[in-house]
């Protein structure tokens, strides 16, 4: 190295040297938390006991399909409370180390349908009796890895998706198949019936509207596929001349129902920040349609709420929602990602009160945190209480108003569906592929 050079270099570590020993000015103005657009703030916020402004109990004839849409749902069904179980029979397989029975059941008062884990759609009468049963075809060189599928019934015809990448629509008075319309791809997400269209979501990236006389696709619309996803997508949510997809980029798509003539989209991004599965982006918390407003979550930490008809977002939390969110009487309640019910302002997006629910079995190996987790599904809303099936057995109500456990009532091996309200009685679908009845 030459000498200018040596000089050269000196010179320039001390400008560094100098500009180091400078303090950075301190610009004048409020600090803000880099989250704090987001309605929830990182701090623990205290519990508020609020008037609920529940509406009536309602005594509802059917649950036919995914309640995501305001003419397929009760927003309060009529129960009478506390549960005690009337009957329970088997519907086939339940979860299996390498398959998950993951299907809500539905009902149009008549029967209870169910599938099971290997892909069995059964038939229930109100007794606990089986009246038919129909067993989709799987490969023999797939059969241990196909999983998954949805329901829902409409003028006597019942609708299954499932992981064949099928959708089969079957007489429900007697089983019998009507068509067979094949996707491509896996469909493990719920359909949702209305104006002679058979809307769902396959491969988490493809949304579609199938006649159901027919069987014929009339439209389908697209979005970027993503590997990170959950098992089930959301059942598309419909009102007025509108129709509701989540994928599993977290991307929600808003379309017209009859020509799928795309409206308004927007991505619901954000992750809970120091957990693993934080890079799973995937539209769990199903959208929901209630009072003009579109409510969904992400699987990694984030939830906001939309106007329906323009895509404005009203407010964005930093939760996010691992099941469909319940919405009644002005305020959004919904299981996180952190399993926990939380009620929060359907308009603002205030968190009003947080209640933990069964996480995990703690481990006694030092080298373990735990020995298996638990699900919560719900919350639906029925008898004035807010009702949680979760896998560590036990099916609890909450007060709505603060959130305070009221009751609970043993499901024997844990529940892996959401409940439904039918008639005044509970129907709930076990681990073990058995189907409880409660009232």
């Known amino acids: 190295m030459t000498t200018g050079l040596k000089i050269s270099v000196a010179v320039f570590g001390l400008g560094l040297l100098s500009a180091c020993s400078q303090s950075d000015p301190i610009l004048p103005g409020e600090r803000l938390a880099l989250r704090a657009g987001d309605t929830a703030a990182a701090t623990e916020v205290e519990n508020r006991?609020?008037?609920a402004n529940l509406p009536a109990a309602v005594s509802n004839g059917q649950w036919a399909q995914s309640p995501v849409s305001p003419f397929a749902r009760t927003t309060h069904a009529a129960l009478q409370l506390p549960l005690q179980q009337v009957w329970s029979t088997s519907i086939g397989d339940g979860d299996k180390r390498r398959k998950r029975l993951n299907t809500t059941p539905v009902s149009d008062g008549a029967r209870i349908y169910t599938m099971s884990?290997?892909?069995?759609?059964?038939?229930?009468?109100?007794?606990?009796?089986?009246v038919w049963t129909h067993q989709l075809e799987t490969p023999r060189d797939s059969a241990a890895s196909v999983q998954g599928g949805g329901l829902g019934v409409a003028d006597g015809?019942?609708?299954a998706t499932s992981g064949l990448g099928q959708l089969t629509a079957l007489e429900a008075a007697t089983g019998s198949v009507v068509w067979t319309q094949d996707l491509d791809t896996v469909a493990t997400g719920a359909?949702?019936?209305?104006?002679g269209l058979v809307y769902l979501t396959s491969g988490d990236n493809i949304g579609w509207a199938i006649e159901t006389d027919s069987g014929r696709v009339r439209w389908q619309t697209e979005t970027v596929a993503d590997i990170n996803n959950v098992a089930g997508a959301p059942a598309p949510a419909l009102e007025g001349d509108r129709v509701v997809f989540g994928f599993g980029n977290g991307q929600i798509q808003t379309t017209f129902r009859q020509g799928g003539l795309s409206l308004w989209s927007s991505e619901i991004a954000g992750q809970r920040k120091g957990r693993a599965v934080n890079t799973v982006g995937d539209i769990t918390g199903d959208p929901v349609i209630a009072d003009g407003s579109l409510y969904a979550g992400n699987h990694s930490g984030s939830m906001a709420g939309f106007d329906l008809f323009s895509g404005d977002r009203k407010w964005t939390l930093a939760e996010g929602a691992l099941h469909q969110p319940w919405v009644a009487g002005g305020s959004v309640y919904f299981v996180s990602d952190l399993n926990e019910l939380k009620r929060v302002d359907a308009e603002t997006g205030e968190q009003i009160w947080s209640v933990e629910l069964p996480g995990w079995v703690p481990s006694a190996r030092p080298h373990k945190r735990r020995?298996?987790?638990?699900v919560n599904y719900g919350p639906i809303l029925a008898g004035g209480q807010l009702i949680v099936a979760s896998s560590d057995g036990a099916i609890r109500m909450f007060n709505p108003e603060d959130g305070a456990l009221t009751s609970q009532v043993d499901i024997p091996g844990g529940a892996t569906t959401s409940p439904i309200v039918v008639n005044g009685t509970l129907y709930v679908v076990s681990k073990k592929g058995t189907l409880f009845a409660y009232r």
Do not use: F, M, N, W
Request: hydrophobic share 40%.
């Open 49 to 51: 006991a609020v008037a």
């Open 117 to 130: 884990s290997d892909l069995r759609i059964t038939a229930t009468d109100t007794s606990g009796a089986a």
């Open 191 to 195: 359909p949702t019936i209305s104006g």
């Open 157 to 159: 015809v019942l609708y």
């Open 371 to 374: 020995d298996r987790s638990y």
